[in-house]
């Protein structure tokens, strides 16, 4: 079946614009995560959905950030007044206990600020 | 003391070597463990799930320490494609499975 899609795969925005990244989870995949990465780093957790409810929003960097996750699938992430530290790739994953909570990764957004 | 800690290596062998890494963690209420394999500008895929009871899969082998909290991942017989960085992942439940990544072991294999 269809893995985790993102999209834009790639965005170049200019500092101050608002930015939106799109994630489509595995159907039925109930628990949805956003990650960020920046070149040579690892993964820096920002936020976990379970349903469309988000219990864990504390790795947000900033209130520039912010989440949303409707019907239970489709999740965008949205970066306001772009800065450009907020430049890495942008990757989103999601899991299901059904499947022993494995987290299946999208491509994920490279965002550039310039 | 950070939650889950990797050595960044690079670890650097030749074909045919039998490498090793391991992961220490924090949190000794962890539950599930895993490895993946991050390839360059790649997404991270899971490689294997670690099972207390240790788990092969071909020429890799994981196995879980509880008591000295750490895991480890063996790579015997070492390809070129094995080249890649491999993340640790631990998940605590706290109210939700929130999984903490490693930063990361990069291995090159050389010919």
């Known amino acids: 079946g269809a893995g985790v899609s993102q999209s834009p795969s790639n965005k170049v925005t200019e500092k101050g614009k608002d930015v939106e990244l799109r994630c489509d989870p595995i159907?039925?995949?109930?628990?949805l995560y956003w990650y960020r990465q920046s070149l040579g780093q690892g993964l820096e957790f920002l936020i976990y959905f379970q349903g469309n409810s988000a219990p864990d929003k504390s790795g947000l960097p900033s209130d520039r950030f912010s989440a949303e996750r409707t019907g239970g699938s489709v999740s965008t992430l949205t970066i306001q007044r772009t800065q450009q530290e907020d430049s890495a790739v942008y990757l989103c994953a999601s899991s299901s206990w059904r499947e022993g909570n494995e987290q299946f990764f999208g491509p994920g957004t490279r965002l550039t600020v310039l | 003391r950070k939650e889950v800690e990797q050595d960044p290596g690079p670890f650097n062998v030749p074909e045919g070597a039998t490498v090793a890494f391991n992961c220490t963690y924090s949190?000794?209420?962890?539950?599930?463990f895993f490895w993946y394999r991050q390839d360059c500008r790649k997404e991270p895929k899971l490689l294997m799930s670690?099972?207390?009871s240790g788990n092969e899969d071909g020429r890799f082998t994981a196995q879980l320490n509880r008591a000295s909290q750490y895991i480890s991942l063996l790579i015997r017989d070492s390809k070129l494609s094995d080249s890649a960085t491999y993340l640790c992942v631990v998940n605590s439940k706290g109210g939700s499975y929130i999984p903490t990544f490693g930063r990361g072991t990069s291995l090159i294999v050389h010919p």
């Open positions: 159907s039925g995949h109930t628990a």
């Open positions: 670690v099972y207390s």
């Open positions: 949190n000794s209420a962890s539950q599930s």
